[in-house]
């Protein structure tokens, strides 16, 4: 049930965002969890502003009392901090009824999307194959959320600590489309090359807006737009061994792994991996905008 202002519903839609044709999800999780104290915050709010200055209306998504919120204000997203829980989709309803701040990953934001129609998300990597599948049996539920969500989700390719290769072939089996932009192959999230063959480059906005439409006339679910990064750090992959490997050792499992590891590079590389972070999450919301934008205007000419 969705309400405008949030009376006796799920879920709350700003009305800025539900009167726009051209929208961007964008998850909360890297707010509370992906950066330092402080300035996850700083990086939701430069997203919403890169999505805006492409010509789109960002809707940020988490839950805060009692509600999933879709177009989070500014006051609102301060709220976003290491003590927030972290919403898969499995774990929205617990945290709406129990009345918890909830920050969503990108499956969790995807489950918002699909209950609200919006059609493109921005976020930093995505979920997939933890290295060393089956041990641990880790797959991340972002996969099948975005296998059964028409939406176009804009990252730069999936989380730098997975299994690129095998999370590639299970985004194969799910029917998902990884469209390279400009690029013949999926980035390695801090690294723009060397990652498994995409399953079509694309070259403009325009282009991704019409392989979306005709993906989901064909009643399809979600696809990947997967943009490199502007600053590649060839030389992280080692780091990223360092740091799963110090995670095994002191017994962080689950959704805690992801940010140990992104504290673990932030420190360990001084400071490289941070900022590449920042400049991809919000690169991506930029790219996200646009290719909103395209999908609107290629609707309201149809």
């Given amino acids: 049930m969705l309400s405008a202002d949030g009376s006796d519903a799920v879920i709350r839609v700003a009305d800025e965002v539900r009167e726009s044709a051209a929208v961007v999800a964008l998850e909360t999780t890297i707010v509370a969890h992906g950066f330092p104290p402080g300035e996850g915050v700083e990086v939701g709010l430069a997203s919403e502003r890169a999505v805006r200055e492409a010509g789109a209306v960002p809707a940020t998504v988490g839950v805060l009392d009692g509600d999933i919120v879709v177009g989070l204000t500014e006051a609102e997203l301060a709220r ?22 909830g920050a969503t990953t990108v ?4 489950a918002a999307c699909n209950a609200t129609g919006i059609e493109v998300m921005a976020t930093g990597g995505l979920g ?14 972002d996969l099948d959320m975005l296998a059964a969500t028409a939406c176009l989700v804009v990252c730069s390719g999936v989380k730098s600590l997975l299994d690129v290769p095998a999370t590639s072939e299970l985004l194969e089996t799910l029917g998902v489309p990884v469209l390279g932009w400009r690029t013949d192959t999926m980035p390695l999230f801090y690294t723009a090359h060397g990652g498994p063959p995409v399953s079509a480059r694309v070259e403009t906005v325009a282009e991704v807006a019409a392989i979306a439409a005709a993906h989901w006339e064909l009643d399809r679910g979600g696809l990947l737009l997967v943009r490199p990064p502007d600053e590649s750090l060839d030389d992280v992959e080692p780091l990223i061994e360092r740091a799963i490997a110090a995670a095994e050792a002191e ?20 400071g490289r991996t941070l900022r590449a972070n920042r400049e991809l999450v919000v690169g991506n919301a930029r790219l996200a905008g646009e290719a909103a934008l395209a999908a609107a205007d290629s609707s309201a000419r149809a």
């Fill in 251 to 270: 017994g962080v499992h689950g959704q805690a792994v992801t940010p140990f590891v992104l504290a673990f590079l932030h420190r360990e590389s001084g």
């Fill in 107 to 110: 499956g969790g934001t995807l």
């Fill in 128 to 141: 997939g194959v933890h290295r060393g599948w089956p041990v641990p049996p880790d797959v991340s539920a």
């Fill in 80 to 101: 976003f901090d290491a003590s927030a829980r972290k919403l898969g989709p499995r774990d929205l309803a617990a945290a709406v009824v129990q009345g918890a701040v």
